[in-house]
């Protein structure tokens, strides 16, 4: 928890110092503790330009989805595609499905995928950003509204 928080915070923390809560995880057979660590790793290991990042991502969603985790997988894929080691459409739509029981995710997920979409399907973008800018607005995240009214206009 604490290294994810710190990797939102713009910290980068060593990807080996999370190499320990993993094999304590690991070893304890705690798959959601795993999957966040993992999810950790792979965040920090991409930000500081190293390997094994995708190895990681993808063994914390495997974990996410083995565990009947959807939230879990839904905010790994967002923060993934926030952070650029995940862009894909398709990876967007799962997170949005994953995160549909979470209004917070859901949200940044809709408005991740509304921008994907900007360029090919200008309807649906709008669509998207319209349902994060009424979540946003709803949970009083006006970084996040902004970002949608902000597309909305482009659209």
Known sequence: GRALAALAAGA???PSALDEP?????????????????LA???????????????DLNLALRLADEAQAPWLAGMSRVLAAEAGLLGGV???QRALEDCSGNTPWYARAALLLAE?????????????????LS?????????????????????
């Open 12 to 14: 980068r923390p060593l």
């Open 22 to 38: 993993i094999a304590y995880a690991e070893s304890r057979g705690m798959p959601l503790l795993e999957s966040r660590a993992r």
């Open 41 to 55: 790793r792979a965040l920090a290991r991409h930000a500081a330009g190293l390997p094994g990042a995708l190895d």
């Open 90 to 92: 398709e990876a967007l």
């Open 116 to 132: 994907r979409l900007l360029e090919q399907d200008p309807v649906e973008a709008g669509k998207l950003a319209a349902i994060a």
């Open 135 to 155: 979540r946003f607005t709803v949970m009083e995240i006006e970084a996040g509204a902004e970002r949608a009214k902000a597309l909305l206009s482009r659209v």
